[in-house]
Each structure stands twice: as C-alpha cells, then as structure tokens.
C-alpha cells in the first residue's frame, strides 16, 4: 500500500523558517510531487509543485520567492522549505501524489495520494 508521512512541521514567529519533508513508501516508483496547505474555513490550496523528474517548478503566487520545493536524493522523498513565513501561512500542510496527466497541477482534483499532513502555525 502505497503511502506518503509529511513531517517538519511546527509552530515559528513571523519571519521565520520551516522546512517540511514528505516521504512515499509502499512503491518503488512512488513520488510526491506537489503540497497544497488547508487553513480552517477555507478551501484546500496548491502552493507548491514539482514536475516528476524534478526539472520543472511552480508556485503560488502567495509563497514565489519565499517557498522552495526540492526532491531528496532519493526520489521518493519531496522538501517545502519555507522561509519569512507570515500568519497567513498557518494551515494544515499536504503532500501529493499519483497526478493525473494533463491535470492542473494546483487542483486537488488531479491527485489520488494524499498524506495525513502536518501542520504549520505562525505567530505575529
């Protein structure tokens, strides 16, 4: 059974960092490749992804210049480093995996492998 744990979460002061760690297990071909992040009352969003050979990057908008999404040297493992965090970066952090071709990559819709999260609080 095919499985991803995110880990690295944890509660820091405004401008602070965080560096989030998510690995799959279960596959030998198995590899999260995008994180979204959920806040109470709002709709899960994409903030990060990664193309699966690693080569090609995407952000939202609200985290470019300030998130970096990297694979480990092992493939299966996928990093969110995260720096100047700001409150608005508090959410329940997920990672994903098993994208369906063609799918926007910042739809929840286009994953069928998600992780149980971690989460992420920041202090003004």
């Known amino acids: 059974q095919v499985q991803l744990v995110e880990s690295g979460g944890g509660s820091v002061q405004a401008g602070g960092s965080l560096t989030l760690s998510c690995v799959a297990s279960?596959?030998?071909?198995?590899?999260?490749v995008v994180w979204f992040r959920q806040a109470p009352g709002k709709e899960r969003e994409g903030v990060a992804g990664?193309?699966?050979?690693?080569?090609?990057?995407d952000y939202a908008d609200s985290v470019r210049g300030r998130f970096t999404i990297f694979q480990g040297d092992a493939k299966n493992v996928l990093h969110l480093q995260m720096s100047t965090l700001e409150p608005e970066d508090s959410a329940m952090y997920y990672c994903?995996?098993?994208?369906?071709?063609?799918?926007?990559?910042?739809?929840?819709?286009?994953?069928?492998?998600w992780g149980q999260g971690t989460q992420v609080t920041v202090s003004s």
């Open positions: 994903a995996g098993e994208r369906r071709s063609g799918g926007d990559w910042f739809l929840p819709a286009t994953y069928s492998l």
């Open positions: 279960g596959h030998s071909n198995a590899r999260p």
């Open positions: 990664i193309s699966f050979g690693g080569t090609i990057t």
